[in-house]
């Protein structure tokens, strides 16, 4: 009785399942799926460091070059206090000076502007480069605004005149462009408008025949 309740067990499909290596094969499917996560997770690394690579890459080229461009950026912001001494110089000569026929005085003001001009070109060559400012729109990244001018036949805020000329090398500002900048035509008509509200309470005082109309007409207008 005993050996019959034992073999039903045995002879199940379940049993000949274990019996020819289910729980084997199972276990090879659980390592698969963890060498299939293992790899993903693997392949997520490399896509990592290769990402972090390029980013250094990238970073590295772009400081290169910064560090070529704007290497010479504290020389020639002090160099530019020299230019500005010569064509203050130059700018004190009377005219009757350079009219003069004394050749020593002559070659003494060509060489202060062959000094200037070459200095302007070896900055130039260098990336350093002057701020176009005259007529142009203000921009306080590269004027700083000295003055206000009426002027009437440009909109507000044009550049017209140029106290020191700026200069920038690359992207960056070596020396904003000292400017006078525009009003504009537009607000100088509505000024007498302004003006004009505050005469009427005066004027609009009549006699007591009026009554007390003209007194709360002047107080709207003030309102106004």
């Known amino acids: 009785m005993t050996g019959e309740n034992e073999t ?13 290596g289910g729980v084997e094969l199972s276990q090879a499917e659980i390592e698969a799926a963890t060498l299939r996560a293992e790899n993903a997770e693997l392949k997520d690394r490399v896509l990592r460091v290769v990402a972090e690579m390029e980013n250094l890459r990238k970073r590295t080229v772009r400081e290169v070059s910064d560090a070529r461009t704007y290497a010479i950026a504290d020389f020639a912001r002090d160099m530019l206090s020299a230019t500005d001494n010569l064509e203050r110089a130059l700018a004190t000569m009377p005219e009757e000076l350079r009219k003069v026929s004394d050749p020593a005085i002559k070659s003494l003001i060509e060489g202060i502007e062959m000094t200037g001009r070459e200095m302007q070109r070896l900055m130039q060559k260098n990336g350093v480069r002057p701020i176009l400012s005259e007529g142009e729109k203000f921009d306080p990244h590269k004027h700083q605004a ?18 020191q000329t700026g200069f920038e090398i690359g992207d960056r500002v070596l020396r904003p462009a000292m400017v006078g900048v525009a009003k504009g035509g537009a607000s100088a008509p509505a000024q007498p408008e302004e003006s004009a509200p505050e005469m009427k309470p005066d004027d609009t005082e009549s006699p007591d025949e009026f ?14």
Do not use: I, R, W
């Open 8 to 20: 039903p067990p045995e002879s199940s499909p379940e049993a000949e399942l274990n019996a020819d």
């Open 146 to 163: 000295m003055f206000e001018v009426p002027n009437e036949s440009v909109p507000a805020g044009t550049v017209v005149q140029v106290v």
């Open 211 to 224: 009554g007390e109309n003209p007194q709360s007409s002047a107080h709207v207008d003030k309102q106004a």
